[in-house]
Structures are given as C-alpha cells and as structure tokens.
C-alpha cells in the first residue's frame, strides 16, 4: 500500500506560479514511477506530468511543456510540481498517483497507476 497525501493547491493569478508537493508514505518511494494528473470540472482526467523511479526520465503533456517541471526527492519520500506561467485553462483539481508496476518507462496513462492521492485545487484567474 501506498498512501499520497497532495498540497500546494491555491488560487493564482495568470502568469504566476505554484508548487506542488506530494507526500508518500508505505511502500518504497524510491522504486515507483509517479505521476501527475488533472481533472477540470466537466472533463476527463487527463496526463500532466510523470517521473521515472530515478527521475531520469520525465515525460510532459504538450500543454504544460516548457511550463510545468515534475520532480522527486526520494530521501524525502515527495514528488514535487513545480508550475509556472499558469494560464486559466491550468484550472483543474491535481492528482499525484504512484505505478506499483515496473514498466520501461513512467507510464501517461492514469489507468496504469495503482495509488492516487485525494487531489489539490489549483485555480488560475485571468
């Protein structure tokens, strides 16, 4: 079992930036692939963001590339999201999750993640 408890969320203005964190707890960190996820209201949950067990390889979606940058700390058990350049359309509740499987790479696809965490609210205002 892997518990991922998600923080950081807020509200924003365009353009500015957020970070967010999540804590894991449970299973070995170090061994997971990660994830971020996000869920606007009325849309489907949609790829943000992964990060491979050594942080070596960290696919984007084309929307945040550039933007957004995923990154783990794994004496510290936390995945983090740094996000910048927020626009309007970055509004979504954001979702860590950990793949309990070990693939070639870190999985896009949300059904392939095991663990999710209760989700954080980013807001950007325009």
């Known amino acids: 079992q892997v518990q991922l408890v998600e923080s950081g969320g807020g509200l924003v203005q365009a353009g500015g930036s957020l970070r967010l964190s999540c804590a894991a707890s449970g299973r070995t960190f170090n061994r997971l692939a990660m994830g971020w996820f996000r869920q606007a209201p009325g849309k489907e949950r949609e790829f943000v963001a992964a990060?491979?067990?050594?942080?070596?390889?960290?696919p984007y979606a084309d929307s945040v590339k550039g933007r957004f940058t995923i990154s783990r700390d794994n004496a510290k058990n936390t995945l983090y999201l740094q996000m910048n350049s927020l626009k309007p359309e970055d509004t979504a509740v954001y979702y860590c999750?950990?793949?309990?499987?070990?693939?070639?790479?870190?999985?896009?696809?949300?059904?392939?993640?095991?663990?999710w965490g209760q989700g954080t609210q980013v807001t950007v205002s325009s």
């Open positions: 990060i491979g067990w050594s942080g070596g390889i960290t």
């Open positions: 999750a950990a793949d309990s499987l070990a693939r070639s790479g870190p999985s896009l696809r949300w059904y392939d993640y095991t663990y």
